[in-house]
């Protein structure tokens, strides 16, 4: 079945309806980045419709970014289309934005100008900072950055770590310098956006592994790695993204077992690291092929474009040669400026009220959590800036985002985040701190309930799904 063989007339004007079938396609992975779409004549004759039609469907999918049309050579679906792992161009004022994991950035703004005050002074008795530097980032910042994530459960030293302009760019690093085209790599089933398009640039194949509110399925694990012999796996056990799930104590013993069995080379991100209890990662547990990746994307600000990455000397070796051929090193004044937030205690003064102001976020879900909504579960671990709400099978995750993103919501649907090869979810993640208020993510939580519970579909008794995906 083609995209275009499943429009709803009902919904509105064709062309829109034509649009928005372009769209889901382009979420769901049906159209691929530089595909061509159906000439205008064969696509109007397919659908029985005027040519016009075609016309003006073709030119609102240019003005939504997600196609480009040239006279004469057809019209393609752009590289860089506003789904999966790019930034909602839509953020005008009176929308509320769900969709994407920032931090509470206006608590932000007084540390962080303060912090840059005190860093313009300290360049003219350390213009070093203004230099190049050795690839790994200064010896004293490496020691700063481990100290802090040594709170955070991290066992490691400032000769295993190396600065990276975030984790995005940690997992590229790792990617390129330890993949080769037609290698096989794990992933939980839903995973960060970020990986797909770093698969596809280095012609990895994806294959998804299921998890649990536990995280990973180790017996999963086990039969995948003998069934594809994959170069490494990828996960994400601290309030795992999409689905806040927070892999317990035991299964990541479990899979530190596995992986040594297969020596399997593993990717850990800890975005979230600051967030939540301590617990240990499973690098600690396996530390002579687990690359661990963090940055201060959500503690600090995204836009500091700091993160690391901790290895084994042995690892570390090529990932710094990698890194200084990329970029020679990150920005030692970004650098500087996280390390003294850490220093002067401001991401510790960070940290406890990004807790406080979340766990408060959070008591909003409450309604949802126990609205009259059949089908319908939230997921959430306390602790997490994101949850993930599974939706009744009447109402269709793509459907509920557009619908939503009409009355100003956005939220990212499970299609975002799902492998190839994995059975559609019905599944929405909704940030809770990216709203710039508790009043408007109250709101937006308002507008998703009653979204839920509208039409009321039947009633029928729900059970969570033992298995997330
Ligand atoms: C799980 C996960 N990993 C990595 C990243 C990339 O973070 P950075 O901003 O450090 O590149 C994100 C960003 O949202 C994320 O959620």
Same mark, same amino acid.
């Given at each position: 079945?083609?995209?275009?063989?499943? #429009?709803?007339?009902?919904?509105?004007? #064709?062309?829109?309806?034509?649009?928005?079938?372009?769209?889901?396609?382009?979420?769901?992975?049906? #159209?691929?980045?530089?595909?061509?779409?159906?000439?205008?004549?064969?696509? !109007?004759?397919?659908?029985?419709?005027?040519?016009?039609?075609?016309?003006?469907?073709?030119?609102?999918?240019?003005? +939504?970014?997600?196609?480009?049309?040239?006279?004469?050579?057809?019209?393609?679906?752009?590289?860089?289309?506003?789904?999966?792992?790019?930034?909602?161009?839509?953020?005008?004022?009176?929308?509320?934005?769900?969709?994407?994991?920032?931090?509470?950035?206006?608590? $932000?703004?007084?540390?962080?100008?303060? &912090?840059?005050?005190?860093?313009?002074?300290?360049?003219?008795?350390?213009? &070093?900072?203004?230099?190049?530097?050795?690839?790994?980032?200064?010896?004293?910042?490496?020691?700063?950055?481990?100290?802090?994530?040594?709170?955070?459960?991290?066992?490691?030293?400032?000769?295993?770590?190396?600065?990276?302009?975030?984790?995005?760019?940690?997992?590229?690093?790792?990617?390129?310098?330890?993949?080769?085209?037609?290698?096989?790599?794990?992933?939980?089933?839903? *995973?960060?956006?970020?990986?797909?398009?770093?698969?596809? $640039?280095?012609?990895?194949?994806?294959?998804?592994?299921?998890?649990?509110?536990?995280?990973?399925?180790?017996?999963?694990?086990?039969?995948?790695?003998?069934?594809?012999?994959?170069?490494?796996?990828?996960?994400?056990?601290?309030?795992?993204?999409?689905?806040?799930?927070?892999?317990?104590?035991?299964?990541?013993?479990?899979?530190?077992?596995?992986?040594?069995?297969?020596?399997?080379?593993?990717?850990?991100?800890?975005?979230?690291?600051?967030?939540?209890?301590?617990?240990?990662?499973?690098?600690?547990?396996?530390?002579?092929?687990?690359?661990? #990746?963090?940055?201060?994307?959500? *503690?600090?600000?995204?836009?500091?474009?700091? %993160?690391?990455?901790?290895?084994?000397?042995?690892? +570390?070796?090529?990932?710094?040669?990698?890194?200084?051929?990329?970029?020679?090193? !990150?920005?030692?004044?970004?650098?500087?400026?996280?390390?003294?937030?850490?220093?002067?205690?401001?991401?510790?003064?960070?940290?406890?009220?990004?807790?406080?102001?979340?766990?408060?976020?959070?008591?909003?879900?409450?309604?949802?959590?126990?609205?009259?909504?059949?089908?319908? *579960?939230?997921?959430?671990?306390?602790?997490?800036?994101?949850?993930?709400?599974?939706?009744?099978?009447?109402?269709?995750?793509?459907? @509920?985002?557009?619908?939503?993103?009409?009355?100003?919501?956005?939220?990212?649907?499970?299609?975002?985040?799902?492998?190839? %090869?994995?059975?559609?979810?019905? =599944?929405?993640? @909704?940030?809770?701190? =990216?709203?710039?208020?508790?009043?408007?993510?109250?709101?937006?939580?308002?507008?998703?309930?009653?979204?839920?519970?509208?039409?009321?579909?039947?009633?029928? *008794?729900?059970?969570?799904? !033992?298995?997330?995906?």
């Amino acid at each position: 079945m083609h995209w275009y063989q499943t #429009l709803d007339f009902a919904q509105g004007p #064709l062309y829109q309806v034509i649009a928005q079938a372009i769209a889901r396609a382009v979420r769901t992975g049906e #159209l691929q980045a530089e595909q061509r779409l159906p000439a205008q004549r064969t696509l !109007a004759k397919e659908i029985g419709c005027t040519l016009g039609t075609i016309s003006r469907a073709y030119q609102l999918t240019n003005e +939504m970014g997600l196609t480009r049309s040239t006279t004469g050579s057809g019209s393609y679906i752009c590289a860089q289309h506003p789904f999966g792992f790019a930034i909602p161009d839509a953020q005008g004022p009176a929308l509320i934005n769900m969709s994407i994991n920032t931090p509470l950035l206006q608590s $932000r703004a007084e540390l962080m100008g303060d &912090a840059l005050a005190a860093l313009a002074q300290r360049l003219s008795f350390d213009p &070093a900072l203004m230099d190049y530097q050795v690839d790994q980032g200064a010896l004293r910042q490496r020691q700063v950055l481990c100290d802090w994530y040594r709170t955070a459960g991290l066992d490691c030293q400032p000769e295993q770590l190396c600065i990276t302009a975030g984790a995005q760019h940690g997992l590229a690093l790792v990617l390129s310098t330890f993949t080769r085209p037609g290698d096989a790599i794990l992933a939980e089933a839903v *995973s960060y956006p970020g990986l797909r398009p770093l698969a596809e $640039r280095f012609g990895l194949t994806l294959h998804p592994l299921p998890i649990d509110q536990q995280g990973l399925i180790p017996e999963a694990l086990d039969e995948q790695c003998r069934r594809h012999m994959p170069r490494l796996l990828f996960c994400n056990p601290r309030f795992h993204n999409p689905t806040s799930s927070w892999m317990s104590e035991r299964r990541k013993q479990q899979l530190a077992t596995l992986a040594r069995q297969h020596q399997l080379l593993v990717v850990e991100d800890d975005i979230l690291a600051h967030f939540g209890p301590t617990s240990v990662p499973l690098y600690n547990l396996y530390p002579e092929q687990t690359i661990y #990746l963090s940055s201060l994307s959500k *503690s600090l600000a995204p836009g500091l474009r700091i %993160g690391l990455l901790v290895a084994s000397p042995t690892l +570390m070796a090529s990932l710094s040669q990698t890194l200084r051929q990329d970029i020679w090193m !990150a920005s030692p004044m970004m650098a500087e400026l996280a390390v003294r937030c850490i220093e002067s205690g401001y991401s510790r003064q960070l940290q406890a009220s990004d807790q406080l102001e979340l766990s408060q976020r959070a008591a909003l879900l409450r309604p949802l959590i126990t609205a009259n909504s059949p089908g319908g *579960s939230v997921q959430y671990q306390p602790g997490s800036p994101h949850g993930w709400l599974h939706l009744p099978a009447q109402l269709d995750a793509l459907q @509920f985002v557009e619908q939503l993103q009409h009355k100003g919501v956005l939220l990212k649907p499970a299609s975002d985040f799902t492998l190839a %090869g994995v059975q559609p979810i019905n =599944a929405v993640r @909704f940030s809770l701190s =990216a709203p710039l208020t508790r009043d408007q993510l109250h709101q937006g939580l308002q507008l998703i309930q009653q979204q839920l519970c509208s039409p009321r579909p039947p009633a029928t *008794s729900h059970q969570p799904p !033992a298995a997330i995906v």
